[in-house]
C-alpha cells in the first residue's frame, strides 16, 4: 500500500501550490473536519487508544517552523508534509479491521493521497534539500523500529490538517478556517 511513487519524488523548484494540489488538499481539509476526526479517530477507538509511530512520522507545525527558518523551500515542506501524512493514515489504517466503523474513512483519506501522490510523482528527490530528503526516507525506512513512539490517532490527523494549512491555506488562497 504504497502512496504514488516514494522516494522517486521532489520539487520542482515550483513555490506556488499545483492546482491539483489545491484541489485535493482542499478535499481533505473537508473530510479532516473536526467533528470527523473526533468520531472516526477518537470515539471509534478505545480510550486512550494509541499507535506506534516513527518519531519522524509526527509533524508538528513547529517542525515546519524550524524547517522554513532553515530555508527549506514551500514546495520541499509540502513534498515532506504529503510523505509523513500519507504514512500516518497508513499507520492508522494498519490497525483497523475492515468492519471497523473508521475503516472507509480512512480508506477515504487514502484515496485522496493517492491522488496527491499522482500530484508529486512528477518530482525527482534530487531536487528536494538534504534535510527534507533524509527525513523522508527515514518516515519510509524500516530500520527504524526503535525509534517509535505512541501517538493517538487523532492527534496524527491533527497535525496533518493543522501543518496542511499551514502549507497550502496561503498558495491555495483559502480563507480561514
Not at 522554513?68 to 515532506?80: C, D, F, H, M, P
Not at 492508522?92 to 477515504?108: A, D, G, N
Not at 493517492?114 to 527515514?138: C, H, I, M, N, P
Request: aromatic share 10%; glycine share 6%.
Amino acid at each position: 500500500l504504497a502512496f504514488g511513487c516514494p522516494g522517486v519524488l521532489a520539487v520542482l523548484g515550483l513555490e506556488a501550490a499545483a492546482l491539483g494540489e489545491c484541489e485535493l488538499t482542499r478535499l481533505l481539509q473537508d473530510k479532516l473536519q473536526y467533528e470527523m476526526r473526533l468520531q472516526y479517530m477518537k470515539h471509534y477507538f478505545p480510550i486512550d487508544y494509541t499507535v506506534q509511530v516513527q518519531y519522524e512520522e509526527v509533524l508538528r507545525p513547529s517542525n515546519i517552523t524550524r524547517l522554513r527558518n532553515g530555508t527549506v523551500s514551500e514546495a520541499a515542506l509540502r513534498y515532506l508534509w504529503f510523505h509523513v501524512s500519507s504514512q500516518a493514515v497508513l499507520r492508522i489504517r494498519e490497525v483497523l479491521p475492515e468492519k471497523h466503523p473508521s475503516w472507509k474513512y480512512t480508506q477515504e483519506l487514502c484515496q485522496l493521497f493517492d491522488a496527491l501522490g499522482k500530484e508529486y510523482s512528477k518530482y525527482r528527490q534530487t531536487d528536494v534539500e538534504a534535510v527534507v530528503a533524509d527525513l523522508v526516507k527515514l518516515v519510509h525506512s524500516t530500520g527504524a523500529e526503535s525509534r517509535r513512539k505512541a501517538v493517538r490517532p487523532k492527534a496524527l490527523l491533527d497535525n496533518c490538517l493543522k501543518v496542511m494549512r499551514m502549507l497550502y491555506g496561503a498558495p491555495c488562497e483559502w480563507g480561514p478556517g
